[in-house]
């Protein structure tokens, strides 16, 4: 079992249980004195009313091909917290005619798809639950978007694939792309993977986010990754 400490909106600390992997049945979350907070949201106020558990949200992002699902299905086989993959809330709701947006349009989804996740985000630390989120669609301004009431419930999660690493297991970074999901066919080059990665560590460096680099072995990279009762990663102090 796994005790997850942080501080609950108002100052007071709360304590909840995470039931490991061996576990078949009972709450994820116990013990969490109630707590109640008011955030102002542009022109809408929120009452966030009797917190009854101490929720943890994860974010997991950062380039296509970095194993973002991957980590979050080890996360879910481990913790047994369900996780959302954005890239299904994006398909649903271009197939469904909701948006005349393509998946081509990074850019522009990050933007439509954000706010729907970063409401998702808050309705489930009201709700006292566990989520994990994990996809591309995640700006590096996130934090801005939650007030101190919401932010020590949420975890962030940054994958950097280095050039090396890049340059040595290209053939297996491709292989490893079908080991959760069937990927449709889709082009994709060393120099794409290269460039993807260094926009988002220049993005996690300038916005001071913790990432993780993977330099040489994948699975060795995650593994303090999936202690989620330890600190989160700190954000490398040089470039590798």
């Given at each position: 079992?796994i005790?997850?400490?942080?501080?609950?909106?108002?100052?007071?600390?709360t304590?909840?249980?995470?039931?490991?992997g061996?576990?078949?049945?009972?709450?994820?979350?116990?013990?969490?004195?109630?707590?109640?907070?008011?955030?102002?949201?542009?022109?809408?106020?929120?009452?966030?009313?009797?917190?009854?558990?101490?929720?943890?949200?994860?974010?997991?992002?950062?380039?296509?091909?970095?194993?973002?699902?991957?980590?979050?299905?080890?996360?879910?086989?481990?913790?047994?917290?369900?996780?959302?993959?954005?890239?299904?809330l994006?398909?649903?709701?271009?197939?469904?005619?909701?948006?005349?947006?393509?998946?081509?349009?990074?850019?522009?989804?990050?933007?439509?798809?954000?706010?729907?996740?970063?409401?998702?985000?808050?309705?489930?630390?009201?709700?006292?639950?566990?989520?994990?989120?994990?996809?591309?669609?995640i700006?590096?301004?996130?934090?801005?978007?939650?007030?101190?009431?919401?932010?020590?419930?949420?975890?962030?999660?940054?994958l950097?694939?280095?050039?090396?690493?890049?340059?040595?297991?290209?053939?297996?970074?491709?292989?490893?792309?079908?080991d959760i999901?069937?990927?449709?066919?889709?082009t994709?080059?060393?120099?794409?993977?290269?460039r993807?990665?260094?926009?988002?560590?220049?993005?996690?460096?300038?916005?001071?986010?913790?990432?993780?680099?993977?330099?040489?072995?994948?699975?060795?990279?995650?593994?303090?990754?999936?202690?989620i009762?330890?600190?989160?990663?700190?954000?490398p102090?040089?470039?590798?």
């Amino acid at each position: 079992m796994i005790a997850d400490t942080r501080r609950a909106p108002g100052g007071r600390k709360t304590r909840s249980r995470l039931y490991d992997g061996g576990t078949a049945a009972g709450p994820l979350l116990s013990e969490t004195p109630s707590g109640i907070v008011m955030e102002r949201h542009g022109a809408n106020d929120r009452s966030v009313r009797e917190l009854e558990a101490a929720a943890l949200v994860i974010l997991i992002t950062g380039a296509t091909h970095t194993r973002k699902t991957m980590l979050a299905q080890k996360l879910l086989e481990k913790y047994k917290i369900p996780y959302l993959s954005i890239d299904h809330l994006k398909m649903g709701l271009i197939r469904s005619g909701h948006t005349s947006l393509t998946p081509q349009d990074d850019a522009a989804l990050t933007g439509y798809l954000w706010p729907i996740v970063r409401e998702m985000v808050k309705t489930a630390v009201e709700n006292g639950q566990h989520l994990i989120v994990e996809g591309c669609y995640i700006p590096f301004d996130w934090r801005r978007d939650f007030s101190q009431a919401y932010l020590p419930f949420i975890r962030f999660i940054g994958l950097v694939m280095t050039d090396g690493y890049i340059d040595a297991r290209f053939d297996d970074i491709l292989r490893h792309g079908c080991d959760i999901e069937k990927r449709l066919d889709e082009t994709c080059s060393p120099e794409a993977l290269k460039r993807d990665n260094r926009f988002y560590r220049e993005g996690f460096e300038t916005h001071g986010l913790p990432f993780t680099l993977i330099e040489t072995d994948y699975q060795s990279a995650i593994q303090p990754l999936l202690d989620i009762d330890g600190p989160p990663p700190a954000a490398p102090s040089a470039k590798a």
